[in-house]
Nanobody, 115 residues
Framework: QVQLVESGGGLVQAGGSLRLSCAASRSVLGFNPMGWYRQAPGKQRELVATITSGGNTNYADSVKGRFTISRDNAKNTVYLQMNSLKPEDTAVYYC?????????WGQGTQVTVSS
C-alpha cells in the first residue's frame, strides 16, 4: 500500500503564492504520471497538472502560466508551485499517482484564496 501525504495548503490573498508538496511512502519512480487534482465545493474533481516519469508536464488551461508541477525522485515528492492565485483556485487539492494497474490518492489539502 502506498501513502501519499499532501502539505502546504492554507489561506492566501489573491495574487499570492503557495507551494504544495506530496510525499510518497515509497519510490515514485514507478508512478507514471503523478499529478494534482482539485475539487471545489459543489463541483467535480478536476485535473490541475500532471508530470510523467520523463518530466513531461500537462496543465489545465485555467492554471497554465501560473502553476508549475515538478517532481524530485530522490525525495519521493511531487510539488505544485502556485503563483498569482485567484479566488476561483479555492479547493481541496489532491495528489494522484498512477501505475498501469492502480491509482493512489492523498487525503487532500485545503487551499483558500481570499479576494
Amino acid at each position: 500500500q502506498v501513502q501519499l501525504v499532501e502539505s502546504g495548503g492554507g489561506l492566501v490573498q489573491a495574487g499570492g503564492s503557495l507551494r504544495l508538496s506530496c510525499a510518497a511512502s515509497r519510490s515514485v519512480l514507478g508512478f507514471n504520471p503523478m499529478g494534482w487534482y482539485r475539487q471545489a465545493p459543489g463541483k467535480q474533481r478536476e485535473l490541475v497538472a500532471t508530470i510523467t516519469s520523463g518530466g513531461n508536464t500537462n496543465y489545465a488551461d485555467s492554471v497554465k502560466g501560473r502553476f508549475t508541477i515538478s517532481r524530485d525522485n530522490a525525495k519521493n515528492t511531487v510539488y505544485l508551485q502556485m503563483n498569482s492565485l485567484k479566488p476561483e483556485d479555492t479547493a481541496v487539492y489532491y495528489c494522484n499517482a498512477r501505475t498501469p494497474y492502480l491509482t493512489y490518492w492523498g487525503q487532500g489539502t485545503q487551499v483558500t484564496v481570499s479576494s
